[in-house]
């Protein structure tokens, strides 16, 4: 997967992740950190810095069990950018 798509795919997400309702406060905070996350990755498109992808795959993987039940969609595409990342060797 080239950048372009792994950034459409982050966008994607954030933009789920703003429909997200219903959750604790523990759980909003840990999605809060995603979407810093992605945030930062989409911001320096052009410089791929290891340490934010790094960063990324852990909040993803925390997120997921969090919302995994109630928004499928968005596990989808956590679970899509954690292959991708993996793929990567992150």
């Known amino acids: ?5 792994f950034n459409e795919t ?4 954030q933009a789920e992740l703003k429909s997200v ?4 406060d523990r759980s ?4 809060k950190r995603l979407d810093g996350d992605i945030g930062r990755i989409l911001q320096n498109s052009g ?7 790094e ?6 993987a925390d997120s ?8 499928p969609t968005i596990t ?3 679970n899509r950018l954690l292959k991708i990342l993996s793929d990567m060797g992150i």
């Not at 982050?10 to 997400?13: Q, V």
């Open 21 to 24: 309702t219903g959750i604790d």
């Open 10 to 13: 982050l966008a994607k997400l």
């Open 28 to 31: 909003r905070e840990t999605l």
């Open 64 to 71: 997921v069990e969090y919302i995994e039940a109630s928004h």
């Open 76 to 78: 989808a595409l956590m």
């Open 1 to 5: 997967m080239d950048n372009d798509q």
């Open 55 to 60: 960063s990324l795959r852990e909040s993803l």
């Open 47 to 53: 410089e791929i810095l290891p340490a934010h992808h």
